[in-house]
């Protein structure tokens, strides 16, 4: 975990982790009275709006970045997701919304940004090297695995050494327009970048010699 910066207003308390933000813009854009970055001084000024609206706000933050905290009990605010979803980002990561742990870990803000380009210094997790790279790949799923019914439990995620991220459990699988493609309890993911039917491994990282723990 990387450092964390923590932010206290009078009703609730924001938690930003840095090393796991991409820069997508959704909270400033969102909520911009909260989080600001052209302001001198602190971004996140938590009295900036309703508490409910933070914490809406930062349930969205794509990486898992932000997350909001009771002042009054201590508790994180999260809702857990209705159902896991896996979603795949045009010329960039997946993002995960699911009930999870990450290779034995469990994810607390319910949300994670995974590589899926195979340049990441932050493997499994994103770090944006996909724009370095001028990473390109549509989102777009031409083999959808068949569905099958999925059962009420967490979903684990295994980034294999030099390999994929097996997906163990039960998830959704969006496209990059947000439209379901699958539902599925196993499938391992490419995160190498060289897989020709992405999101799927298709076995490229021997051919590419894909090296990552
Ligand atoms: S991890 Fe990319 S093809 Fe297997």
């Known amino acids: 975990m990387s450092r964390i910066h923590r932010y206290t207003g009078e ?6 982790e840095l090393g796991r933000c991409i820069h997508t ?6 909520l911009p009275t909260v989080f600001d ?42 809702a857990a997701p209705q159902q ?9 990561p997946l993002y995960v919304h699911a009930d999870m742990q990450v290779n034995g870990e469990s994810e607390a803000s319910g949300r994670t940004a995974l590589c899926r380009c195979g340049a990441s210094r932050l493997m499994p997790r994103c770090d944006n090297s996909h724009r370095e790279i001028g990473f390109c790949d549509a989102g777009q799923v031409s083999l959808a695995m ?8 967490a979903l684990s995620i295994r980034a294999l050494a030099d390999g994929p991220l097996l997906i163990e459990g039960p998830f959704t699988l969006l496209d990059a327009k947000g439209e379901a493609v699958c539902k599925s309890s196993k499938a391992a993911l490419c995160r190498c970048g060289a897989s020709k ?5 298709d076995g490229s990282h021997d051919r590419v010699g894909f090296r990552a723990k």
């Open 84 to 92: 896991n979803t896996i979603q795949i980002i045009a010329d960039g």
């Open 197 to 201: 039917m992405k999101p799927y491994c």
């Open 11 to 16: 009703e609730v308390i924001v938690d930003f």
């Open 37 to 78: 970055t052209k302001r001198t001084g602190r971004w996140v000024h938590p009295d900036g709006a309703e508490p409910e609206e933070v914490e809406r706000v930062c349930g969205q933050c794509p990486t898992g970045a932000l997350r909001c905290i009771d002042k009054s009990s201590g508790d994180p605010m999260h």
């Open 25 to 30: 813009g959704d909270c400033t854009r969102d």
């Open 146 to 153: 068949p569905s099958t019914e999925l059962e009420e439990r």
